[in-house]
Nanobody
């Protein structure tokens, strides 16, 4: 059974930091590219950051570049999102995504974790 379980969300002040984690199980984690996406109230899903299956490359949306860092630990089947210099506009539900693109494509999502940035 595939599971992606996000944690680490909560309330942070503007300029503060949070670290999100996404623990994966039920599939070969090291074969999947991982991403984070978010959905703010009343808005659509926004891709935030991605990392290759072996961690060799990372990508960021312009809105978070220089503030957020994605990383993964394939030994622990976990992907992280370190969020620094948080802004109120970072308030959203953050989702973890796993994607495998081969002969067939597999796409899994977590249930999300709420991040609220407010003073």
């Amino acid at each position: 059974q595939v599971q992606l379980v996000e944690s680490g969300g909560g309330l942070a002040q503007p300029g503060g930091s949070l670290r999100l984690s996404c623990a994966a199980s039920g599939f070969t984690f090291s074969s999947y590219a991982m991403s984070w996406a978010r959905q703010a109230p009343g808005k659509g899903l926004e891709w935030v950051s991605g990392i290759y299956s072996d961690g060799s490359d990372t990508y960021y949306a312009d809105s978070v570049k220089g503030r957020f860092t994605i990383s993964r630990d394939n030994a622990k089947n976990t992907v992280y999102l370190q969020m620094n210099s948080l802004k109120p506009e970072d308030t959203a539900v953050y989702y973890c995504n796993a994607r495998y693109s081969g002969t067939r494509q597999y796409d899994y999502w977590g249930q999300g974790t709420q991040v609220t940035v407010s003073s």
